[in-house]
C-alpha cells in the first residue's frame, strides 16, 4: 500500500474551504487528471454519497466508482473507491482563527500486480496530490469571482459507459484481473 498526505494552509474561512472540498463536482477544478467526477447525490458529501470519476492518468483513462464513508459535517470525510483502482482516503478542513484553515489530503492506494514495483510510482503520486493541494488552494481563496481555469481537454465520458479496459475484467465476478 502507498500512503500519500498534502496539507496546505488558506487564506480562507474553514466554512468557504469545506463548500469546495466537500463538493465532488468540483475535484475537476483542481485535480489533475479529473475528467468529470459525478456525486449521487449532488452538493455537499454526506454519508453514502456516491461517485462516478472518470480520470486520464499515464495514457489512459479509466472509471474509479466511489462512496463516502463518513462525514463529520463540516470538518472531515472518508471516502473509498468500489471499483477501478483500489484506494481509500480522507479529506480535513481545520479552522485556523477566523480567516484561515488547513486542509489536508490523505490517499491510499494499493497498486495491482507488477505496478506496484514501478520505479518512482509513490514519488509521482505524491506530486500529484502536493500540486493539487496548491490548486485547491488557490482555487478557494480566488473565490466563485477568481478566474475560471480551463479544463483539461478530451472527452466527457461520464454517459459514454467507456472503460479503461485492463483495469477490471468484465466476467461479473467483480475480481480485477490481477487477483
Known amino acids: 500500500m502507498i500512503v500519500l498526505e498534502a496539507a496546505v494552509e488558506v487564506d480562507a474561512p ?8 466537500a463538493d ?3 475535484d475537476v477544478q483542481w485535480r489533475k487528471g479529473v475528467r468529470s467526477m459525478v456525486p ?8 453514502g454519497t456516491t461517485t462516478v470519476e472518470w480520470l486520464r ?9 466511489g462512496e463516502v464513508t463518513s462525514v463529520d ?3 472531515r470525510f472518508s471516502w473509498r473507491t468500489t471499483s477501478g483502482v483500489d484506494a481509500e482516503g480522507s479529506r480535513e478542513v481545520t479552522a485556523i482563527g477566523d480567516d484561515g484553515c488547513r486542509i489536508r489530503l490523505e490517499t491510499r492506494v494499493r497498486p495491482p500486480g507488477l505496478l506496484r514495483f514501478v520505479p518512482g510510482l509513490r514519488r509521482s503520486l505524491q506530486r500529484t496530490l502536493t500540486a493539487d493541494a496548491a490548486r485547491l488552494r488557490t482555487l478557494i481563496e ?10 483539461p481537454s478530451g472527452p466527457d465520458l461520464t454517459e459514454s459507459g467507456f472503460t479503461s479496459g485492463g483495469d477490471r475484467r468484465d466476467d461479473g465476478d467483480g475480481r480485477s484481473w490481477f487477483d
Open 40 to 47: 449521487t447525490p449532488s452538493g455537499p458529501v454526506r454519508r
Open 24 to 26: 465532488y463536482a468540483r
Open 14 to 21: 474553514a466554512a468557504e474551504a469545506w463548500a469546495v472540498v
Open 57 to 65: 492518468a499515464a495514457g489512459r483513462t479509466m472509471r474509479n466508482d
Open 142 to 151: 480566488l473565490g466563485p469571482d477568481g478566474p475560471d481555469e480551463e479544463r
Open 73 to 75: 459535517d463540516g470538518r
